[in-house]
């Protein structure tokens, strides 16, 4: 067989892909003569990963080449795999290249559409229909008969986009497999879901009520988690509305839709996630919040659970702790300088340290990452948090209980005569908390907090509102730190762009000098990042330093424009001046930088 093939045939071979990928500079001209001389050895070794049954299980050439793991041009470290070949494949066969993303998929219309088998067989997947054509993932691009069978199943006319075979089939599997267990849960729940309100039906008409034990509910709420885990959520928000429930998950810090489920499985899925959570099943008017221990390969992941009655049942939040996540200071996305200061800051024997930010801006994630570089065998780190937000056997850790009278500054006064070195206080809400907290780190205690400011050096004026004595907060403050995140570029599939005059402008920062020059960057969307462009979060920090001069003017109860002018003739550098930092380095976007900085 040789590369060159036959451009009358259309036969989807490995002499065709091979050619298309030499074609596009994808291959040498080595390694198409080496892939095409190892067929056999490849077509061995993918039956091998698939079971081995020649019978049931067709290879097809993107396997092939995707077996034999090349490096991809210019990215040494990355494989040329079934997404990348399918993509020069596509384009050599005329056919469009589409990535499947698990987020978007129909599932009505796949389960709908093709038994499972048939789908499975020839690798089939439904992507969405216009008018009377169906758009329809295939695996190979010239399988005109199939198309045809296929046209005469569903009664429209096929559309071929050309996918990745493994992405194809991990659909497949996610959807038909999650339709089974949601459909039994509503055979069991009633014998037409489409009646309504489900409880009352269920008290009205006498029908058996789905229980949270049976097992085609323990079934859909461990693939609800299990799918959740894999998308890299951080939340799962169950949303019921008047017809349907809605699933939707936080991943990188947005949310993204991914199931509707019937109206009638809402309840009996709600009340697993409640007993899992050791919540009150019988409770449906009251919000409450409870956890869920539960492990995922081996590693144990903590959800916290909260209930919030709505108009058309409860509303249920999960927020998803992997302890695989918790970070060290070195992943938060410091500079160098920065992460220096800031150790400097930790290392110190006693005093304040505050970090701030809105919700969601990273600061648990900081604290954490921090008493994490601090604890050890010799010292006593104690927290006080509400809620605790994740287990860590290096620490003692108390939760907040205010019906038990144990608020923030109770709970500090207590844990005082513990004799703790390292204090955490989860948040400083009140005058009692900041005064208690300022005490304690005036007494040889190092104590860390987080405080809901915009920028750092609006920590100084919140607390002297709350009440703290401008004197104490100068000689016991070592610094704040305010935060923010930013979506990092996905690094499968970034690429250097240029920034017009008006968008460099319109960040009203200048862009910092670098030695190499500025290298912007933005990802063009990838099944890695699921057409994002992003993958993963970076913070962004503003460190005030509260240094001999700051501590003085704070002493003297100096106002924060003559604070804020002495911290930066000490180099602190402002929110946005770090974000931008980050645009200039080719850490994120511009427009992660404008969303993220907006309120600064
Ligand atoms: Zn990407």
């Known amino acids: 067989m040789s590369p060159a093939g036959d451009p009358q045939r259309t036969d989807f071979s490995l002499a065709f892909v091979v050619k298309a990928l030499h074609q596009a500079r994808a291959i040498n001209l080595e390694q198409a003569k080496t892939l095409i001389s190892r067929e056999a050895l490849l077509h061995a070794r993918v039956l091998k990963e698939n079971g081995g ?20 041009t210019g990215r040494p ?16 066969a005329g056919v469009p290249y589409h990535k499947i993303d698990p987020l978007k998929l129909d599932m009505p219309l796949i389960t709908q559409t093709l038994s499972r088998p048939f789908a499975v067989r020839h690798v089939l997947l439904p992507l969405s229909t216009q008018g009377d054509v169906l758009n329809l993932a295939v695996a190979n691009p010239f399988d005109h008969e199939l198309f045809a069978e296929v046209s005469r ?49 269920v008290v009205l008409g006498g029908e058996k009520e789905l229980q949270a034990e049976d097992k085609p509910v323990i079934n859909a709420v461990e693939y609800l988690l299990r799918y959740a885990f894999d998308q890299r959520a951080s ?51 009251r919000p409450q919040d409870g956890r869920i221990k539960t492990e995922r390969d081996g590693v144990e992941i903590e959800l916290r659970v909260s209930t919030l009655p709505t108009a058309f049942g ?66 006593n780190v104690t927290t006080i948090e509400d ?26 006064r207590h844990i005082l005569r513990q004799d703790p070195d390292i204090i955490m206080v989860g948040e400083i809400r009140d005058g009692e908390t900041a005064n208690n907290a300022i005490q304690c780190a005036l007494t040889g205690h190092l104590v860390l907090s987080t405080l809901h400011t915009n920028d750092a050096i609006g920590a100084v004026a ?23 995140l930013v979506r990092t570029n996905c690094p499968a599939c970034s690429e250097p762009i240029k920034l017009s005059a ?41 460190m005030f330093h509260a240094g001999r001069e700051v501590r003085e003017l704070i002493a003297q109860g100096a106002d924060g424009g003559a604070i804020e002018q002495a911290a930066r003739q000490q180099g602190m550098r402002r929110l946005r001046e770090s974000a931008v930092h980050k645009l200039a380095t080719g850490v994120t976007t511009l427009e992660e930088v404008v969303r993220m900085t907006a309120d600064t």
């Open 53 to 72: 049954d020649t019978q049931k299980y067709d290879v097809s050439p993107v396997e092939l080449v995707a077996a034999h793991r090349l490096p991809v």
């Open 77 to 92: 470290t990355e494989v040329l795999d079934q997404d990348r070949i399918t993509v020069v494949a596509a384009e050599a």
């Open 153 to 201: 199943l569903s009664g429209r006319r096929i559309r071929p986009f050309l996918s990745a075979k493994s992405d194809i089939l991990h659909a497949l599997q996610d959807t038909h497999g999650f339709k089974n267990t949601v459909a039994r849960a509503v055979d069991e729940a009633v014998s037409d879901p489409g009646l309504g309100n489900f409880e009352q039906l």
């Open 235 to 285: 939340d799962i928000h169950l949303e019921p509305k008047r017809d349907q429930t809605v699933m939707r998950l936080r991943i990188d810090g947005v949310l993204h839709p991914a199931f509707t489920l019937p109206r009638a499985v809402h309840a009996p899925i709600a009340a697993r996630f409640k007993m899992l959570a050791r919540m009150d099943i019988t409770e449906k008017r």
């Open 314 to 379: 409860e509303k249920m939040v999960l927020r998803i702790f992997d302890p695989e996540k918790m970070t060290t200071l070195d992943q938060l996305g410091f500079e160098a300088h920065e992460q220096k200061l800031f150790e400097s800051w930790i290392g110190a024997p006693h005093g304040l340290i505050l970090v701030t930010g809105p919700t969601g801006s990273g600061k648990t994630t900081t604290l954490y990452a921090a008493l994490r570089a601090l604890a050890g065998p010799e010292v």
């Open 387 to 412: 809620p605790i937000e994740m287990v860590w056997d290096g620490f003692n850790q108390v939760q907040v209980q205010p019906k038990l009278d144990l608020d923030f500054s109770a709970a500090l």
């Open 462 to 484: 919140r607390l002297r509102d709350l009440g703290v004595p401008p004197f104490l907060l100068a000689s016991s403050l070592l610094g704040v730190m305010a935060q923010r």
């Open 502 to 542: 008006e968008q460099i402008q319109s960040l009203a920062v200048p862009i910092p000098l670098l030695p190499s020059g500025p290298t912007f960057t933005q990802g063009k969307g990838c099944v890695r990042c699921r057409e994002t462009g992003y993958r993963g979060r970076s913070g962004v920090f503003e």
